[in-house]
């Protein structure tokens, strides 16, 4: 079993930045994925960005070049720094690993196995 722990979210001005962390338990695996989450109200949950043990990123659309994710291997950590926020990227922000490199299909929650509990990133304009 992993267990994940957000921390980081917050309210910000849009064009603010903020960090998200995310500590795990254990790493799934000597291979695995570790990904960021979010889920705005009314909307269904969306992949943010991914990272894998080999340390190899995506990131969705809508984030790419203002977000990027990083870990921190030895500690056990996962960042997300979100930079140049804007509104629409309000949201509950989660953390979600998964024991096996998930490259094209990353977006499907349903690959991740272990999921925090959320931490809230608050946008205003």
């Known amino acids: 079993q992993v267990q994940l722990v957000e921390s980081g979210g917050g309210s910000v001005q849009a064009g603010g930045s903020l960090r998200l962390s995310c500590e795990a338990s254990?790493?799934?695996?000597?291979?695995?994925?570790m990904a960021w989450f979010r889920q705005a109200p009314g909307k269904e949950r969306e992949a943010v960005a991914v990272i894998d043990s080999r340390e190899s990123r995506r990131y969705t659309a809508a984030v790419k070049g203002r977000f990027y994710i990083s870990k921190a291997s030895a500690s056990n950590w996962l960042y997300l720094q979100m930079n140049a926020l804007k509104p629409e990227d309000a949201a509950i922000y989660y953390c979600a690993a998964s024991p096996t490199i998930i490259s094209g299909a990353w977006t499907d929650s349903r690959l991740f196995a272990y999921w925090g509990q959320g931490t809230q990133v608050t946008v205003s304009s």
């Open positions: 254990r790493w799934p695996g000597r291979t695995y994925s």
